[in-house]
């Protein structure tokens, strides 16, 4: 835990040094397009997104892919969105999770923006051992300057199936950061940072384990604009500072946002 206070010291301490002197930076024309850590930004009315992020293992099989599709509701204030994993591998869907974000605030200068997230997990893996789940995630974000700074915090909680017969109760929290640099108006650099606590079910009957991950993951993301379409490509590495080693050695990122109706 130590080396993720670390972390999260030098990621402020990052963002504090590059502190613009403008109270109202130039806003980023690529936003909410990070691969593990999760933006605080909604989708604009009349906007919808659709993403892919691939799983690259480190092994010559098993590639996975997770699909998210994002839609502003009524407003940019409610956003609902779904995501549905897939492995190419035995070619089976995982569980699939339903989300609801709420813009609790947006960014000015006297705070970051924050919208809070509750997902619905479905168990519909081919062989998934789920009865049902949730998961809370709390981001936010601020910008200083040609720097953004991301944070996360929350948990996943999990009724399972013990391999015993019985059934048990998971509780996984999980922090994660993250700081991107505009190098240029549609290429940035960025470096995320993600450590989670997964607790998963023991050998013995009706107990549980928890163990520690903690991974940095460097990367770029690029975008091309079409009109009032985007088009962004991200890639990353992501690097197992410690707990077991990851199944990705490799991230690809795609996503094409575009609108579903016109501006009034």
């Not at 391999?163 to 640099?181: K, M």
């Not at 013995?204 to 379409?229: D, F, K």
């Not at 996503?255 to 501006?263: I, N």
Request: net charge neutral; glycine share 6%.
């Amino acid at each position: 835990m130590r080396s993720v206070y670390v972390g999260v010291v030098l990621l402020i301490w990052a963002a504090s040094a590059a502190r613009a002197q403008n109270n109202r930076p130039r806003p980023f024309e690529i936003a909410d397009n990070s691969l593990l850590v999760e933006e605080a930004f909604n989708q604009e009315a009349g906007v919808f997104q659709n993403i892919f992020l691939f799983r690259v293992p480190r092994e010559g099989s098993g590639w996975s892919v997770e699909f998210t599709q994002e839609w502003p509701f009524r407003s940019q204030r409610h956003q609902i969105s779904y995501t549905v994993p897939f492995s190419f591998g035995d070619g089976s869907f995982d569980d699939v999770m339903l989300n609801y974000r709420l813009q609790l605030r947006t960014e000015d200068a006297t705070g970051p923006a924050i919208s809070p997230r509750v997902s619905a997990i479905l168990p519909t893996g081919s062989e998934s051992a789920l009865r049902y789940g949730a998961q809370l995630n709390l981001p936010m974000s601020r910008q200083f300057g040609d720097l953004y700074v991301h944070a996360n915090a929350g948990a996943t909680i999990e009724a399972v199936k013990h391999p015993a017969g019985e059934h048990v109760t998971l509780f996984s929290p999980q922090l994660a950061g993250s700081v991107i640099w505009r190098t240029l108006p549609l290429v940035h650099l960025m470096v995320e940072t993600v450590a989670s606590f997964p607790e998963s079910a023991a050998a013995l009957c009706c107990e549980s384990e928890r163990t520690t991950t903690w991974l940095v993951s460097p990367g770029v993301r690029a975008a091309r604009n079409l009109g009032t379409h985007q088009i962004v490509l991200a890639a990353a590495v992501p690097i197992m500072l410690s707990g077991a080693r990851g199944d990705a050695s490799f991230l690809v990122y795609f996503s094409y946002e575009l609108p579903f109706r016109k501006a009034p």
